[in-house]
């Protein structure tokens, strides 16, 4: 006999995090309005920040503790309110950026994705990268399997991190990789994993 199946109760929605978790979906719309500083910090920190002072525990959890992940985040004309444009490296440790390329880089990174115009249009877009031999110098070739998982929690923190603060967002899988390496000026050590652009929607 088949077992029956179990119909679950309605999930409660008192806390905000379950609300912000059923309105979560992709989009590949935003306004032509820069994000504010505040709003960028905010996803950044969702994405791989640091929960205490020394950063012995982060957003999102690491196969041993290796947290192989760089973030950067391509910041358009006007893409940010005080932020020039181009190609800011996130620091978790200190959570700050560093510009590491002037210039507005979305249309070459648009290209990069395979022409997703979401990608031309959002005001930022952030790319996370990993420095696979942090994670697989523990774990030999399995160490990928636990970069790629590692990427999707950082990828489902900053939906949900943008739904929270009214953003839109879409996990871009589709690129070439050697050409986002270019584009940021990475060597053979990095992998690209994921392209998050990300708006006002
Ligand atoms: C690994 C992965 C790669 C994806 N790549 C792309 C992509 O390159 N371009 C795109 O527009 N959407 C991409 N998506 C988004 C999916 O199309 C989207 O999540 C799916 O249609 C479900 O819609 P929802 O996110 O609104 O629930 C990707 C999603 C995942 C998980």
Known sequence: MPKP??????????TCL??????????????????ALNELSTVLWSSYGCIDED???RTVPSAGATYPMEIFVFVRENGVIGLEPGIYYYDPLTHSIILIRSGDQNRKLYYACLNQKWVLEAPINIVITAVYE???SWYGR??????????GHIG????????????????VG????EQIKTIIGL?????????FPIGKI
């Open 5 to 14: 199946k179990i119909k679950l109760p309605e999930p409660s929605f008192e």
């Open 18 to 35: 379950l609300k912000i978790i059923s309105e979560r979906k992709s989009h590949r719309k935003y306004r032509k309005e820069p994000l």
């Open 55 to 57: 950063c012995r525990r």
């Open 134 to 136: 942090r994670t697989t």
């Open 142 to 151: 399995r160490g990928f399997r636990y970069i790629y998982m590692e990427a």
């Open 156 to 171: 489902q923190n900053i939906y949900l991190a943008a739904t929270n603060l009214g953003l839109g967002t879409v996990a």
């Open 174 to 177: 589709a690129f070439n990789d």
């Open 187 to 195: 060597n053979n050590k990095y992998l690209v994993l994921y392209v």
